[in-house]
Every structure is written in C-alpha cells, then in structure tokens.
C-alpha cells in the first residue's frame, strides 16, 4: 500500500464520529476566517506611514507617498491573492458536511504557508524588493496552492468529507479550480530575475491557465471513488 493509498484510507465512522467533525467543521471555518482577516490586516500595515512632522504640506505628502511605488504594487498583488485563497477556501467548505484531522491538519498548513508569504512580502519590503523575496513569495504560494488541492482529493476520495449536495462533477470542477493559482505561481518564479513589475504581471498568466484547465475538465474521465 503506497503513501498515497494510507494517507486516503478510509476508516469506518460512528455516528458519535459524524457527529463530532461536523461540530470541528465550524470551529476550523471559524478559526480560518479570523486568520485571513488578520493577514489581510497585516498586509495594509505594510503601507508607509508619514509622521506629522515629515508632512508640512500637501506636496511633502505626495512626495513622500511617491517615494514608496514598489511597496503599493506588492499591498495590491497581496491583498488580491489572499482575497483569491480565501474565496476558495469559502468555496471548499461551503461544501463540506464535516471534517477530520488529516482535512483540519492540511488546511492549518495551508494557512501556514499563507503566513510564510507574508514574511517574505515584508522581507520584499525590508530588503529594497530583493529576488529571493519574490522567488519564495511564489514557492511559499505555490505551496498554499497545492495543499489547498490535496485537502479537496482527500476530502472528495469516496466523498468521505463533502455534502450529499455536491455532484462528483462538481466535486472535480472545484479541483481544477484550485489548481490554477499553484501552477501560475510556479509560472512566476522566473519572472523574479526581470523585474518586480514582471513578476507581478506574470500573475495574470492566472486567466490563460484556468481556461486551459476548464477545457481539459470535460476530457476526464469520471473515476469511481474520486
């Protein structure tokens, strides 16, 4: 049996097991909710802040704003992708009837990984918009992305998690969906080496990517038990 096959073995369930993950299903929304909003909060902060005695007039403020230019594409860029995450992970649980700790374990790293961008967002910011910077940026979003993927095939596999609601089309549609944001954020990864511009326009290679994987949906073939 390979890692794979142990990793979405499923176990039999009780009621009172049933009963339980579906009461851990709210409290791991919850608890995702408030981590996204203060991240989101986080992000804002990156912003200059002038103090009262740099600004004596209007034009000290726009030079002083215009000095920070690099530092209001990567707010923007943040604020984006962490609004795109946690839609999707709205989206994930919106269709979930319950959880378990192998779904709960892999959605904390997922925020993990959310957490480790945004140091290195700051480090982007600290450091002058250093390449490593925007090189691990993308690694660690890559990583938000993929973790995001394995957590809906584990929880689709049998349709152990998911609602009775959900079609398996449905269910697989979703799976596409999230594979978008990973493979544009490895497509990145050499755009670090232009410019920040160039990395940050390499996001919108996110469009292309999506319509590529909603062409390949209808080619699947429909498997029992995924």
Known sequence: MGIRDKLFKRKPETEADKERSFRQLGRLQTLLDVIFALMILQVFLILPRPT???MESSRDLLVFLGGFSGRYEMVIVGIILLVIYWSQNIKAFGNLA???GVHATLSIFQVFFLLIYLYFVRMGVEFKN???SFVFQSVSLALVGFTAVIAWSYAI????LISDSLTDREARELRFTFMSEPITALITIPF???SPLAWTLAW???IPISMLLRRRLPR???EAGD
């Not at 596999?157 to 152990?160: L, W």
């Open 52 to 54: 009262g005695a740099e």
């Open 220 to 222: 699947e073939p429909m």
């Open 98 to 100: 319950r959880t378990d």
């Open 204 to 206: 919108l290679a996110n």
């Open 192 to 194: 670090s080496w232009l």
């Open 157 to 160: 596999k049998d349709r152990r």
């Open 130 to 132: 250093d390449i490593a």
